[in-house]
């Protein structure tokens, strides 16, 4: 009898896995999502600007080609519109359950029961499956800073992943805090609406330009007729990455180049030493996030906008207040990331004999290919803990956990609920340590990668080729049935 499975989450990772148990004749899954859409966070981050700097024909299902793309990069829209496509092609939008909050799920030894808090104020309902798969990422949660006098600023503020479209920028005296790839994207829009934008810069990061170019008529005709051209296009995108970007990150070859195209992008689009200097790094790119943007510099360097490097003392009800004094402001963009360390929270997941995932990833979170938790018999992740990255397209990622998920699935079928082997989780553990070592991640700079006490938790350390080869490799020698108790 087929599994039944619960996928939590209708962003890339969540839908991949419903299309790929559609495919396979496998009908008996139900997503949860708690928002009233599909999309995850392509649905969330609807910032002006809003978009993917991995380029579209490679930020998109390898399975499902696309002649539709209109730019190379493409903008929150189009693809959320992808997603939206997706689901209705493969027939997989019947099966989500919108405004369903997963609340807990709870191993009782053969099955899971899964908690939901349904729309419309409804009881909490609980059901069994056979199968949980979490999809809900690594940037869902909005992380608010923790400055004094947050409560008493007496203008507008957000998220900039809960951008609030009906408060109109034009003529605004705006402070956006934070400028990593959020703000990057948003700053020049919201650069050409305010009267005065102040950008609170802590940390300049390292910036490359974003080689945008439109795919005219001509351009999507070809990419939908001719006999492997997207193909070939996507190959060659990704292969890019893989041969260029990641050395960087592995502090190879083109460590220098990396940084020699980020010196040039900043000397060519801002000529005044003053603010060139506030904006170069001194720690190594790639460490944090680069960001991918052509716009951002120019807009930096318009009249209406100061970028301000004084530490933040408070927000104060008419503005912010920094150790050089009071900057006066209606409006305030928080752009400072996400709680991208807290995988899974708030849900409550109860693992054999009730352990509690989030004690035993008290020390930061980790699964075994990123996917499978020790304890967890029949649970898997989607954009788990290190497989994040920072030079190639996470939707490959999600393919290959999807591809290994499915491979798992005819053996807890035949088997019984199986989990990984501890034995396995610990060397798997020892090798990302080890890989890790060459990451440019830990050295010298706090990010959204690791948590406060340095851990990298969320980026994969290998090539993406690797992780491809690993989790395809059928997976039965790394679990075992659920022994008793
Ligand atoms: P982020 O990279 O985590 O940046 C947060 C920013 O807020 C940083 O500049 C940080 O400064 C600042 N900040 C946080 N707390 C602060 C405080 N108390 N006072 C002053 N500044 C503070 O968040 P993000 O820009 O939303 O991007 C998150 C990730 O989303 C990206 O790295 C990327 O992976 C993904 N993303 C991707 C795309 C894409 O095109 N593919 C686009 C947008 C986002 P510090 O640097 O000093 O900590």
């Not at 609920?417 to 553990?429: D, K, Q």
Request: some cysteine; overall charge positive; aromatic content about 10%.
């Amino acid at each position: 009898m087929a599994p039944r499975v619960a996928i939590i989450g209708a962003g890339f990772g969540g839908l991949c896995m419903a299309i790929q148990l559609e495919r396979a004749g496998i009908r008996s899954y139900t997503v949860f999502e708690k928002a009233d859409g599909l999309g995850g966070t392509w649905r969330d981050n609807s910032y002006p600007g809003a978009g993917c700097d991995i380029p579209s024909h490679l930020y998109s299902y390898s399975f499902e080609k696309y002649a539709s793309w209109t730019r190379r990069y493409p903008e929150q829209p189009e693809i959320l519109g992808y997603l939206e496509h997706c689901a209705d092609k493969y027939d997989v939008r019947r099966k989500i359950r919108f405004r369903t909050e997963v609340r807990r799920a709870v191993f009782d030894g053969s099955q899971w029961q899964v908690t939901t808090s349904p729309p419309d104020g409804e009881a909490e309902r609980t059901e069994a499956y056979d199968v949980v798969v979490l999809g809900v990422g690594q940037l869902n949660r909005p992380r608010l800073p923790d400055i004094p006098g947050m409560p008493d600023f007496e203008g507008v503020s957000f998220h900039s992943a809960r951008w609030n479209h009906d408060h109109d920028l034009t003529g605004r005296r705006v402070a956006v805090i934070g400028n990593g790839s959020s703000a990057a994207q948003f700053i020049p829009r919201v650069a050409e609406q305010a009267e005065r934008l102040y950008v609170f810069q802590r940390t300049p990061n390292w910036v490359i330009p974003k080689p945008d170019a439109t795919f005219g008529p001509l351009a999507r005709l070809a990419f939908r007729f001719v006999p492997g051209l997207q193909r070939a296009y996507r190959e060659w995108i990704y292969r890019y990455a893989e041969t260029t970007l990641y050395p960087a990150l592995a502090q190879g070859w083109s460590v220098d180049l990396l940084k020699k195209r980020a010196l040039g992008h900043l000397r060519d689009q801002v000529p005044d030493p003053e603010l060139r200097a506030k904006l170069t790094p001194d720690h190594p790119p790639g460490c944090k996030r680069v960001v991918i943007d052509s716009a951002f510099y120019p807009a930096l360097t318009r009249p209406n906008v100061d970028v301000v490097t004084d530490k933040i003392a408070r927000i104060a009800p008419k503005g912010i207040e920094t150790t050089e004094g009071l900057r006066a402001v209606d409006t305030i963009v928080y752009a400072t990331g996400f709680r991208s360390t807290e995988f899974l929270t708030p849900m409550e997941i109860a693992g054999r004999g009730g352990r509690s995932l989030r004690e035993q990833w008290a020390g930061g979170a980790e699964a075994y290919l990123g996917i499978s938790v020790p304890n967890f018999p029949n649970m898997f992740l989607l954009y788990g803990p290190n497989t994040n990255l920072g030079h190639n397209s996470i939707v490959f990622m999600i393919e290959c956990q999807v591809n290994h998920i499915m491979a798992c699935l005819p053996h807890l079928s035949e088997r019984g609920p199986i989990e990984v082997r501890p034995e396995v989780m610990a060397a798997w553990s020892r090798r990302l340590d080890a890989a890790m070592e060459r990451m440019v991640w830990g050295a010298g700079c706090q990010s959204w990668y690791k948590t406060a006490d340095g851990r990298v938790t969320n980026n994969w350390p290998g090539r993406t080729t690797l992780y491809r080869r690993l989790t395809a490799r059928p997976p039965l020698d790394a679990y075992r049935p659920v022994p008793a108790g």
